[in-house]
């Protein structure tokens, strides 16, 4: 077995290059290299469907009760407020943060975002604070897509948040992106639905990622994890977004919380999605 400083010496971009040329099929941190030349670590998922997939980012709710304050990277961290419309803007920037062995603890991101041109994405919601070589095991759940939507939408989220910006106003609610049906590696669509209150499973279908999800206030939101909504009120289940929300909304998780945390009652999703963080994989 190689040493795990070896991985060092590998160039490659993606952990499906560190599979496919390399062979090396052990989970971990390893060395990616971006187009640019710059080197990053993160970690790589090689026994999940064929393994190859790169963790390039976190969303990690700090505080639920925070309403667009610090560590809202994924929203806002400059207050809830309509300028700038588009918050952070972290979804569809090259701006960086966190680092790998973090990414259950804070907000994570890194080059590959941006960098890696990828076919599928993987999730995993992982409570919070988990060190890494327990995450899979730990997670609540997990999924993975396999029809290559990315290939439509230039091949990560950058580019697909380009053409669908999480921007305050930038549509109204049926202006959604793109559903995209999942595969399960944990948990099936009954255990997606109990994830979320029991209000919130009236207005989705649990089964797939959803992109660009915009509520009756005109605030967008990035990613509805699990399900595809068919209603307007998705700050209860979706998550990251503008920098602009009814006053009690916003927040990576915006509106988790409505019926007060974790009392999986009305809105509010359970406990454990809402002290979970999501972690988002691309092959
Ligand atoms: O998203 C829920 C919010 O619009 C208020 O709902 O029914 O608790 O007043 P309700
Ligand atoms: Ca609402």
Redesign the pocket.
Known sequence: MRRKSDRFKYVARSCKEILDIYGEQEDGIYYLTTTNGMKYQTFCDMTTAGGGWTLVASVHENSIYGRCTVGDRWSSQQGNNPNPPGGDGNWSNRNTFGVVESATSDDYKNPGYYDIVAKDMSVWHVPNNFPMEHWNLAAILRYHTDNSFLRLYGGNLFSLFKQFPVRYSVGSCSDRGPAVPIVYDHGDRESTRNLYGPRSRNEFDPGFISFRAIN?ERAAMAICSGVKPRGC?T??YCIGGTGYFHKDQCGDFP?FD?DRLGREQ??SASKEMTESAVLLFYR
Request: no cysteine.
């Open positions: 009756n009120n700050e209860h509106s409505w009305g809105w």
